[in-house]
């Protein structure tokens, strides 16, 4: 395809030659090249030109601006010539003629038959209606353009147009009955890619789809967070202004829809309240989503009051505009941003306008309304309202402003035109099954064949665009993002990012970093906060404020909000973020926990002395007399009584809070169960009543007892342990807000209570055996400090519930500590001090014959005989 254009380009295909009679005056230059060429008018309605060929396409093109009645109604006249669109038609003529030169058909020729269309839908539809009909008469005025019917005729097979969105609707729901291939190069609405409406619909230009998708990842990646919307009643910009809602994450400020014509005359209220509405908007981006006039209308009521240096997006349909652009005080308005369709250059038109001279042809045609306005140099104006008498003063001068058309040349859509001709060439190469040297069937086709052709479309295009459309009829082209450039006074456009249809965007990273470092914008408000801040609200605004967090919370600035901190952790003082609480526990190195410890590992050492010492004299009448074997269950109790505070000192884990209350309540209720059973041997040895001390021997089972005691105490703390055991609690801590405290919770207090209640049941029965036993022939005097012993427990014990409750911090585990310590250093004390007392220095008491002789003694004193006492 490249070679071909490539040929017919260097070929140096002729310049389109026109003669064209303005008035009287006749303006001849050199010999037409084709002959054939002819004008095609609808009476009282749309004018325009044909040329025969093989394969006719027809055209659909605004070049005037407006329609207006004439003669009652009967006919309709256009005013506003728009050189744009005269442009874009002439890219037409100039397609077809490279194809032609090309050997993209070889024995075959495009013609066209193409009509002004004056952007009334009314006269876009007759022009339709021209094109679709069947023509069998040869003295038309479109000689040879005959449509023998749809299957086979000679007739238009497809079109090509319209630019603007609402008149291709309506074009398109006429073109869907015969399923005539339509191609746009301007229409950009939504609403035409649903194929069960429009099922001939095609373009060459992106849908607004992907324009809203385009403007709302502008307005991401430039970090603009609210918006202000413009757009208009007609399918373009209501659908517009939708799909750029639904695809945008900014805050919407404001949409305003104006109606489809909007004039500064007729509309001077609305105009009055949206210029009004623009003034308070708080908005960082505006969008003009609407038509070039519309926006046209808009902004040159925004310089007249003087609302300047905002920010703005341009829809495709004025963002090249160069009437807005060449408004005066333009330049005060602010940055425009822009977005068309990937922009490209037509090969050699704009050489070809640059050399455009004219050939004969009809006065009607819209040919000589583009000569009029150019030619004519003293009396043309810009209106298209062409001067009753207009003659050619001088050729030269005609000449120079011909050359001026060159001007006026766009990049967009009349690439786009370029693009919808070779899209149909490269349909009718595969339909007629072409090989550059001949095609194997002749021009005699349905438009539905070519449709479909059309629709399978997959090529390249001068080595450069890739052009294929989708189910829906769109192309796989992206768009620019174009800058209004006023850095030399006047309004150049630059292009300076892209975005492709995959949804990736191109932008420099200067401007991302100029925008995305924005914080307050020109209205004042908040786009991220300093530290200790968050970003609030407005509720009927996009507008953001700075509020402070609350006492106890932070915030790291920009756009996070406030949070408060963990129970470990505290607010820094620059509110920014949370620091770790200063962890307090009972520590090693505390004066508290050394005493204790030091208690602890003194009554440790002492237990192992007095087991060593136990164990010596185990067979002497002391050992066997405190209980034998239980003495030795007592002593290892004690040390795991002992050990259990040093459980309480240092950093708590739960490991260590679940074993350190449980192994003190079992290892002192052995201890006590052991002095209970130890207690009672002795009652029943000395025993008065023959009945009662049958009876109680029956009982005098050591083991038993201990077994007994003890498997209610087992029984309360695996309850303990498997409802609601001790653990490991973090708090605040008492002494300020920076530090957390880390102690052992001792879990369900009910349970806490059962088992201490329980070893205070124990000690009491310990303490009441002891006071009877105070009577009995005791050398060693058991039974009294036993008592003493059980007694102090119980006073610890009583002591400890009110200072635990008041005590606060680390120490609440110290207290539990001191009265862990004082129980077991009661038993050791009270029951193992006075035995090694007389092992060690009192020897002679630790005799069997001794003992007897006290318990003799005792007896007689009592007036008992010891025989009868030992019945």
């Not at 060429?37 to 093109?61: K, M, Y």
């Not at 009607?364 to 306005?373: A, G, K, T």
């Not at 007892?705 to 695996?718: E, F, K, W, Y």
């Amino acid at each position: 395809m490249h070679r071909q254009h490539q040929t017919a380009h260097n070929g140096g295909l002729k310049p389109l030659h026109l003669i064209v009679r303005c008035g009287t005056a006749p303006v001849l230059r050199k010999k037409a090249n084709f002959s054939t060429e002819r004008p095609c008018s609808v009476p009282g309605g749309p004018r325009g030109v044909c040329r025969t060929g093989d394969v006719i396409v027809g055209g659909l093109f605004p070049v005037h601006e407006r329609a207006r009645s004439v003669n009652n109604d009967t006919s309709q006249r256009c005013d506003g010539f728009d050189v744009g669109a005269f442009l874009q038609a002439h890219v037409m003529v100039y397609s077809i003629g490279l194809i032609n030169k090309s050997p993209m058909l070889p024995n075959l020729t495009l013609g066209y038959e193409m009509y002004d269309t004056c952007r009334d839908v009314t006269m876009a539809i007759k022009a339709t209606l021209r094109l679709m009909e069947d023509r069998v008469n040869p003295t038309e005025e479109c000689l040879h353009l005959r449509n023998e019917g749809t299957a086979s005729g000679r007739g238009v097979k497809a079109v090509i147009g319209e630019r603007h969105s609402e008149i291709s609707i309506a074009v398109a729901r006429l073109l869907a009955l015969p399923l005539i291939p339509q191609i746009s190069y301007g229409s950009t609405s939504e609403l035409l890619s649903r194929k069960s409406k429009f099922p001939s619909f095609l373009r060459t230009v992106p849908s607004d789809k992907h324009q809203t998708k385009a403007m709302a990842k502008l307005i991401k990646t430039l970090n603009w967070e609210s918006v202000g919307i413009i757009g208009s009643e007609d399918e373009y910009g209501k659908f517009g202004v939708e799909s750029l809602i639904d695809n945008m994450s900014a805050c919407l400020d404001f949409k305003v829809i104006l109606p489809t014509v909007v004039s500064r005359e007729e509309d001077r209220d609305l105009l009055k309240k949206l210029m009004k509405r623009l003034g308070e908007s708080t908005a960082e981006v505006i969008v003009i989503f609407t038509k070039e006039s519309n926006a046209k209308v808009v902004l040159e009521e925004a310089i007249g009051l003087g609302i300047i240096n905002k920010t703005w997006i341009a829809s495709d349909s004025w963002s090249t505009s160069g009437e807005i652009r060449g408004l005066g005080g333009i330049q005060k308005i602010g940055k425009v941003y822009g977005f068309i369709a990937k922009r490209n250059t037509v090969p050699g038109f704009e050489e070809h306008v640059r050399n455009f001279t004219a050939q004969p042809t009809r006065e009607d045609s819209f040919f000589c309304d583009h000569l009029n306005l150019y030619t004519c140099s003293r009396e043309t104006n810009l209106t298209g309202q062409r001067p009753g008498n207009c003659s050619l003063a001088d050729a030269d001068e005609c000449g120079a402003n011909v050359r001026r058309l060159a001007d006026y040349i766009d990049r967009d859509e009349s690439y786009a035109v370029y693009l919808a001709v070779n899209v149909i060439a490269q349909a009718l190469h595969r339909l007629l099954k072409c090989d550059y040297v001949k095609c194997e069937r002749n021009a005699t086709f349905s438009a539905r064949e070519l449709l479909e052709e059309v629709k399978q479309v997959n090529f390249t295009v001068d080595n450069i665009t890739d052009i294929a459309f989708d189910p829906n009829g769109d192309p796989s082209l992206g768009h620019d993002i174009l800058v209004w450039d006023t850095t030399d006074g006047k309004v150049s456009l630059k292009k300076m990012g892209e975005y492709a249809p995959s949804g990736d965007i191109v932008m420099p990273e200067h401007l991302i970093s100029e925008y995305g470092n924005v914080t307050v914008t020109a209205s004042n408000c908040y786009k991220v906060c300093p530290y200790g801040h968050e970003l609030h609200s407005n509720k009927d605004s996009c507008c953001k404020t700075c509020s402070s967090c609350g006492p106890n919370q932070y915030s790291p600035g920009k756009k996070a909000a406030c949070a408060s901190c963990q129970d470990d952790e505290y607010v820094s003082p620059q509110r920014d973020g949370c620091l770790k609480k200063r962890e307090t526990f009972l520590e090693w190195t505390d004066g508290f926990s050394i005493v204790l410890e030091t208690f602890s590992l003194a009554g440790f050492v002492f237990t192992l002395l007095v087991t060593a010492l136990f164990v010596k004299h185990r067979n002497t009448p002391i050992v066997k007399g405190a209980g034998g074997g239980l003495c030795f269950l007592i002593l290892l109790s004690l040390s795991f009584s002992f050990g259990s505070v040093s459980i309480s000192i240092g950093k708590p884990s739960d490991f260590k809070c679940k074993a350190r209350l449980p192994l003190f309540v079992l290892s002192f209720s052995l201890c006590v169960s052991c002095v209970l059973a130890n207690l009672f041997q002795i009652c029943v040895g000395f025993a008065f009543d023959a009945k009662a001390h049958g009876r109680l021997r029956r009982f005098n089972n050591p083991v038993a007892i201990v077994t007994g005691c003890m498997s209610v105490q087992v029984t309360l703390c695996a309850a303990w342990l498997a409802l609601d055991p001790p653990h490991r609690r973090r708090e605040n801590s008492p002494d300020g807000d920076d530090g957390v405290l880390v102690r052992c919770h001792n879990g369900s207090v009910a349970m806490f209570a059962a088992t201490l209640g329980y070893i205070a049941f124990l000690a009491v029965v310990c303490f009441l055996f002891a006071f009877q036993g105070r009577r009995l022939p005791d050398l060693y005097r058991n039974s009294s400090f036993v008592a003493v012993g059980m007694l102090v427990y119980l006073v610890a014990w009583m002591l400890f519930i009110p200072i635990y409750l008041s005590t606060a911090g680390a120490y609440v585990q110290a207290v539990e500590a001191s009265a862990m310590l004082v129980s077991s250093y009661s038993l050791l004390v009270c029951h193992f001090c006075p035995k090694c007392y007389v092992m060690l220095l009192r020897r002679e008491l630790n005799d069997e014959r001794v003992i007897l002789e006290h318990i003799r003694k005792h007896y007689e004193n009592k007036g008992v005989s010891p025989v009868t006492a030992s019945k």
